[in-house]
């Protein structure tokens, strides 16, 4: 239980005291209302003793009694109506109300830290409230009337005549049958004559004769005169003196509120109000007897009968607690005691001393000496009654039944003079003169004889007195006899009924156990008399449960191992029980205390029904903050509950929220707990939407909120900004530079505040999410923001507040009208602002209506777009409200003091800065391909739109593959505006040529600077050819665009990049970008290998270095798929600096070379040096191409796109060999760049070899745009062979390259491997080019002359750009006996060894003499040759006489 004011060792004193009656004249009480008060409150706040008294037993043994206290009351001839003492205990409850500002307990049990009120003044109030309006009964003489005073006034006419009228009145009372209450003591009650005399206006001469009349007529003992009234009542207010009454009259003021709420003439009305309740007594409430008012004969605690009942939960508590609170007004405003001064007090207080000292305790004292000396000569046993107990308790005990066994004798009824019934009084008496041994013996010898008679009533009563009597024994003779309570306790409630009594024996048992800290068994005691089903009279068991359920979770919250779980559970109980009882107040505090144990441990579904009835009864007491805040609680949380239950939820806090709406409705807007909205996941979108595809013109991808965030992407398309802000800087990025960010998401850099263009959307997507199983409707669903308007120098124009749809002209605000959220579904809502003047813009969050629709369960069929839902859901009930946006921007972690503490960068995705107007472009792709063959060239139209009222200028377009498209080079003729205006059937540009010489090539140049690029760089930034550069408002304009398939199968996704600029230079926002992406899929269609060697012929030798064969083998990889069926070779282009294709070796008659599935081709053609012209570093960029045409068409490759597409694959090789060389360190290269390099170039050939065709297509490809003709589709393309070394096989496209095998791990650091800066064997071996020229046959007459001797040419050809040390050594003997069985053995004569020195690429011949001595075959390659570079020591060997055999045929003439 909880902590009380008092000990139980001052309760249960306090709790039974001697009772007095009062009986007062009209004008003695007349005297008293001067004060607003009555005789018996007059006298209540003096009637505990301040001295202690004694008495003298009956065996004459001195008994001290401390602080003994006398309870004085009116007369009342009516008991009281239990229903009337339901109501006063109720009022008395909700009138004391914990503490504002009180400081709780905290206790700290295991894991929980509890706030619990240390005290409970309710329970206090109520028990005391309870103890003192029990009614008085016939089975215990506790509360029965021991003495009465007669009180007169001495300005009475005759008051020793109204003293005889008050006393016969009093004799009247107590022995007439008619009146059955009050109850009293004995026959022979003590008259106490007590005389009023007001001092300031009565006589005291006269007051003082009528008292010594009085001394003569009733004695010194039985007779006071009380002189009250000290001064006048119009000055009650210039002295401040002390009100003693207050806190004892608040407590009752219910009950005796009609005392003095109409003054003296009090009585009449009240005795007026309660006249139908009167007459059931048999007497008329307007009769007197002998002139006295009947005042007395109406209880305080009667009520209306038409009054409402003390159950009535709908509202009683609320009139109680407005009446209590009216009582209070009342009470503050009436000053009580004002004509009283401190003298008086003394007075009251020695009268009360008087009347006990003189009256009260002789008068009890000889009682008890008589009903001692009745029993003694009755029983016929000793004179000492303690030597009669001590034989009663020596001697054998009498078995007591169980109360099972005996009979329900409860209406057995004594008769007063029974002797069982004088013990009774004698042991009251000496229990309230507070004599407990000799209470206990009396107690004790009365329960056996009740017992015997089986009288249960009085013998539960015996039980309980006796029980506390030994508790309260000083010294603790004997222990606490709990079984005697429980005893009486069950004896009351089940056979007795009385729930009243059996309440009496629970609170005082309580309170002893809980002294002795019994907290488990005070607990186990007070929910016994908590059922569900206990009433009593009409009187509601509600707030007594709650009471004694509050009690008990105090109990198990004080024990010493804190019971916390049993503590919340018996609370709940409590609340509810308070609840039911219309103590809504206190229901409230019980769930509240038992949250603190319930909120956070997993016990959902506890914590949301204690959060329902905590909201219920906020809404109740009109605490409606409260009561938003627990629905709020059960709405954010994981709710476990049914849909249907969860559906309750959300429409109680609905209809509480509108409450507090309507009560402030010009207030902010209330954040609202639902749908959850996770703000991390907002994206922000800058611009309008993109266009749907138009048949065959499909818009730019660009950027949309559709796309996923990849970050690798991201960082591909910030690189390509990047470039082409720098080539449109003359090769420097801006400090101001920053890559554009249309999408802002989580993962975008969101430190910097965004740029927003006027009258261009802003598109926010909010992440809802309903936790709920009952689906949400949220209607009128907007953004809420906040704008700073700006001139155009930057400066403020006004302060804005914020704003939901107001100020149109500045932004304009989308509302989507309904948008329905199924139970348990993500969902996200796209809001777009539209900002129409430049400045500052802050997005706050969403505002919204929240409501559910008509109806349980989840809505089917709602479409997935968001604002899609047009009215269609009629709402049950709906409160607009708000919730913020708030993000938490990314920690920082970088400085020190970052890393050791939680720090947060900003996020600024909804803070953009509106600036002035930019110009918008749209490009639009017609007969864009999705599917090509790989090389393919197909042609295809952008169109560019700008769409804003700017116009825009410095249009480019980059990407990282710009081997895939061109918009065609400066020399290009310009092709028709509109695809359907087309006349050339090819992509190519093509030319009808007569009949050329067989397979010779036809030569032209181009620079590569005509094309927009350069061979030194890969990522180009190309300009896209504008009219005067500059796109109007509203204008557009198509431009071909040439596309040529990826060289590897498979899906390529293509980035575009478009950039333009502002004619009008913007401080803030220098450029935009538009992106693309296209997708292309390619299938498989030629590969391409080319090799080149040395050619060993002499004829035809123009200049210097003599010329090369080209080998290409063509082979058709593609397996008949979409129709492709054939391969037709059309032409074979060359193109380089320094190289051409001069003609075709193996060609055939039949000149259309076709190649089907699977099938390969082999060619061979003659390639020789270009003619160098003047102006050699204007031709450092000159390409000269040369077309060797297998029909009658020539397709000019010098021109767009053949030679667009060309340059493009030629600068993809460069950039991939500038990656292979960069992986060197930088010292290495710088030794490669001397004579090594010059080594390298012997073997360098660059060049390039296109290979034009063509395929029949016999299948419709409906997403392409192909060439028709002759009613069948044709497909084109290209590809390119970069041959860079003689000898070394190239091919079209990288080949895949084979894992290499699974080797050991090595667990050292291997040693550093430094390039070798000496060039190669292989190198070296091609330095010098040698052929030998000779007949094939010679004819010799041998039989004429023996010796044959044959003139042989050998030519040397420097083949280095450096001076080179040439020895030829004829000595070599064949000396394998493989080439000794082929060829035979010849000398050569003259001179064996030369040498010589070659100058840069020159020629020279030596002029040789073989001599052989028989017919045969005979390998003249034999010969070596050495080579060294002039300025170098080391001599190496030519490989070039090892390339084939020189054979000759030596014939006999």
């Known amino acids: 239980m909880a902590q009380c004011v008092q000990s139980v060792q001052e309760l249960i004193p306090d709790s039974f005291v001697p009772c007095v009656a009062a009986l007062c004249s009209d004008e003695a009480e007349r005297l008293t209302r001067l004060n607003h008060l009555s005789f018996s409150e007059l006298l209540k706040p003096f009637s505990r003793l301040t001295s202690e008294v004694h008495m003298r037993d009956p065996n004459n043994q001195l008994h001290i009694i401390k602080n003994l206290k006398i309870a004085v009351s009116n007369i009342v001839t009516q008991p009281p109506q239990p229903g009337a003492i339901g109501k006063l205990l109720n009022d008395v409850v909700s009138g004391s109300q914990p503490a504002e500002g009180l400081v709780a307990n905290v206790i700290t049990a295991g894991d929980y830290d509890l706030n619990i009120s240390a005290t409970t003044p309710w329970f206090e109030s109520y028990r005391e409230t309870f103890l003192q309006s029990m009614p008085a009964s016939d089975h215990e003489f506790l509360n029965h009337y ?37 109850k009293w003591f004995i026959p022979n009650t003590l008259k106490y004559y007590v005389l009023l005399h007001d001092v300031t206006s009565g006589d005291e001469q006269r007051a003082e004769s009528i008292y010594e009349e009085m001394k003569q007529k009733y004695g010194t003992q039985g007779c006071y005169l009380l002189k009250i009234n000290s001064r006048a009542p119009n000055r009650a207010s210039d002295e401040q003196i002390p009100d003693p009454w207050s806190q004892y009259l608040q407590k009752n003021s219910i009950q005796n509120q009609e005392s003095y709420e109409d003054g003296p003439c009090t009585m009449t009305s009240s005795k007026n109000s309660d006249s139908n309740l009167l007459s059931l007594d048999g007497l008329d409430n307007e009769v007197k007897v002998d002139g006295l008012p009947n005042n007395f004969r109406i209880h305080p605690l009667q009520i209306d009968q038409c009054g409402d009942p003390p159950n009535n939960t709908d509202g009683s508590e609320s009139k109680s607690a407005s009446s209590v609170h009216e009582t209070k007004k009342a009470s503050t405003a009436v000053i009580r005691g004002a004509c009283l001064t401190l003298t008086d007090h003394d007075r009251i207080r020695q009268f009360i001393q008087e009347f006990t000292f003189r009256g009260l305790l002789p008068h009890i004292e000889k009682t008890i000496r008589q009903l001692n000396d009745q029993l003694i000569s009755r029983k016929g046993l000793s004179r000492s009654l303690f030597s009669a107990t001590k034989k009663w308790f020596s001697g054998s005990k009498v078995p007591e039944k169980s109360i099972n066994e005996l009979k329900n004798t409860s209406g057995l009824l004594y008769p007063p003079e029974a002797p069982e019934l004088q013990i009774r009084k004698m042991a009251d008496l000496c229990f309230l003169v507070q004599h407990y041994d000799l209470a206990y013996s009396c107690y004790h010898t009365a329960k056996k004889d009740f017992l015997n008679d089986q009288a249960m009533l009085y013998a539960a009563g015996a039980l309980e007195m006796a029980a506390v009597s030994a508790f309260l024994q000083p010294g603790a003779p004997r222990p606490y006899p709990a079984h005697y309570m429980d005893t009486a306790i069950q004896t ?64 198990f919250i004080n024990m010493k191992s804190p019971m916390v779980r049993k503590y919340a559970f018996h609370m709940i109980l409590a609340g509810h029980r308070f609840s039911k009882a219309g103590q809504k107040k206190h229901a409230l505090r019980c769930y509240c205390q038992a949250m603190q144990v319930y909120k956070g441990k997993g016990w959902s579904l506890a914590e949301d029904h204690i959060n329902f009835t905590i909201g219920r009864q906020s809404y109740t007491l009109r605490q409606l903050d409260n009561a938003v805040s627990a629905f709020r609680h059960i709405l954010i949380n994981e709710s476990k509950q049914s849909a249907a239950q969860q559906g309750a939820f959300l429409r109680e806090y609905l209809y509480v929220y509108k409450n507090v709406n309507q009560l402030s409705p010009d207030g902010p807007l209330p954040q609202l707990p639902l749908p959850y909205i996770n703000s991390s996941a907002t994206r922000v979108f800058f611009g309008h939407d993109r266009r749907p595809a138009d048949g065959e013109k499909q818009a730019a991808t660009h950027i949309s909120l559709d796309q996923e965030y990849d970050s690798e992407s991201s960082q591909q398309w910030r690189e390509l900004e990047e470039h082409v802000v720098a ?16 999408c802002l998401n989580s993962y975008s850099d969101n430190s910097r505040f965004p740029l927003a263009v006027v009258e261009e959307p802003i598109t926010v997507e909010v992440a809802f999410r309903n936790p709920l199983k009952v689906p949400l409707l949220l209607s009128d669903l907007s953004l809420l923001w906040k704008f700073q308007p700006k001139d155009a120098s930057g400066k403020d124009i006004e302060k804005v507040k914020e704003r939901v749809t107001g100020e149109p002209e500045m932004i304009g605000t989308e509302v989507i009208s309904e948008f329905l959220i199924n139970s348990e579904e993500s969902k996200v809502a796209r809001l777009k602002l539209f900002p129409h003047h430049i400045g500052e813009l802050h997005i706050l969050g969403v505002v919204y209506n929240l409501g559910t629709i008509q109806g349980s369960g989840t809505v089917d069929g709602i479409g997935a777009l968001p604002g899609c839902h047009t009215g269609k859901h009629s709402l049950s009930m709906s409160v607009r409200g708000r919730q913020d946006l708030e993000i938490q921007g990314p920690r920082l972690n970088n400085t020190k003091e970052e890393k050791t503490s939680v720090k947060y960068g900003p996020d600024r995705r909804l803070d953009p800065i509106v600036t002035e107007e930019m110009p918008l472009l749209e490009v639009f792709f017609i007969h864009f391909p999705t599917g090509l063959l790989c090389g393919e060239i197909r042609k295809a139209y952008v169109e560019f739109v700008n769409v804003s009222k700017c116009p825009l200028t410095g249009l480019k377009v980059v990407s990282k593959r710009p081997e895939f498209f061109t918009f065609g080079g400066n020399t290009a003729a310009l092709t028709p505006l509109s695809p359907s205006t087309s006349e050339n059937c090819s992509a190519y540009k093509t030319v009808v040529t007569a009949s050329p010489s067989l397979g010779t090539a036809l030569v032209s140049t181009a620079s590569s600077m005509d094309f927009g690029t350069g061979t030194g760089q890969q990522l180009e930034a190309i300009p896209v050819p504008l009219p005067d550069s500059v796109l109007l408002p509203g204008a557009s304009i198509q431009l071909p665009m040439w596309l040529r398939g990826p060289d590897e199968e498979g899906v390529h996704e293509i980035n575009f990049l478009f950039y333009y600029e502002s004619v009008k230079k913007q401080p803030k926002k220098r450029h935009r970008i538009l992106r693309h992406t296209a997708v292309i899929c390619t299938s498989r269609s030629l590969n391409v290998r080319a090799t080149v ?118 600068s993809s090789e460069l950039k991939k060999t500038q990656d292979q060389l960069s992986a060197y360190p930088e010292k290495h290269r710088e030794a490669t760049e001397g004579a090594v390099r010059l080594v390298e ?100 007459p041998f039989h004429q002359k023996s010796l044959c001797l044959v003139p042989v040419t050998l030519l040397l050809s420097n083949c280095s750009k450096a001076d080179v040390d040439v020895i030829v050594d004829l000595r070599h003997k064949t000396t394998s006996p493989e080439a000794l069985e082929t060829h035979g053995s010849f000398t050569w004569l003259g001179q064996t060894q030369y040498k010589l020195q070659l100058k840069s690429q020159e020629m020279h011949s030596l002029q040789l003499k073989a001599c052989f001595v028989h017919t045969g075959v005979y390998n003249l390659g034999t010969p070596r040759v050495f080579a060294k570079l002039s300025d170098h020591v080391t001599v190496f060997e030519t490989s070039q006489q090892n390339s084939m055999p020189a054979l000759i045929i030596i014939n006999n003439a």
């Open 146 to 182: 021991l003495a009465c005073m007669l009180v007169a006034s001495s300005g009475e006419a005759e008051p020793m005549e109204q003293f005889s009228k008050l006393s016969q009145e009093q004799h009247r009372i107590q022995h007439n049958n008619d009146y059955s209450y009050p």
């Open 492 to 555: 009351y409630r089940d056979i007795c009924k009385n729930m009243v009594l059996a309440e009496r024996c629970v609170l005082l048992s309580a309170e002893i156990l809980k002294s002795q800290s019994k907290y488990s068994e005070a607990a186990a005691l007070l929910i016994r008399l908590t059922s569900e089903q206990n009433t009593w009279k009409g009187l509601d068991s509600d707030l007594r449960s709650a009471l004694l359920l509050e009690q008990a979770a105090h109990c």
């Open 727 to 742: 080539v449109a800087n003359k090769g420097v990025i801006p400090s101001s530079f920053y890559p554009t960010q249309y």
């Open 1093 to 1210: 060697c040395r050619s060993n012929s002499l004829e035809d030798e123009e200049g210097r270095g003599g010329n090369m064969l080209v080998f290409v083998d063509v082979e058709n990889t593609n397996t008949s798929e979409a129709g492709v069926k054939e391969f037709h070779m059309v032409q074979v282009s060359s193109s380089s600096k320094h190289w051409q294709l001069h003609k075709s070796v193996n060609i055939s008659e039949n000149k259309d070379a076709k190649l089907a599935s699977r099938e390969k081709g082999k060619f061979c053609f003659k390639a020789v040096r270009c003619k160098q012209k003047e102006g050699g570093i204007q031709s450092s960029e000159k390409y000269t191409f040369a077309d060797i045409i297998f029909g009658n068409e020539q397709i000019i490759s010098s021109a767009s796109p053949c030679a667009d597409f060309f340059y493009r694959s030629l």
């Open 1241 to 1340: 170039k012997c073997s360098e050939v660059d060049l390039s070899i296109v290979i034009l065709w063509k395929v029949v297509h016999c299948g419709q490809q409906a997403s392409a745009y192909v060439v028709e003709d002759n009613k069948q589709l044709i497909l084109e393309g290209q590809h390119h062979v970069v041959v860079r070394t003689v000898g070394k096989e190239a091919f079209s496209h990288s080949q895949k390259e084979e894992p290499p095998e699974m080797e050991l791990l090595k667990f050292f650091r291997p040693e550093n491997t430094t390039v070798s800066t000496r060039p190669s064997v292989e190198q070296l071996s091609n330095l010098i080019k040698t052929s030998l020229h000779y007949p094939e046959s010679f004819h010799h």
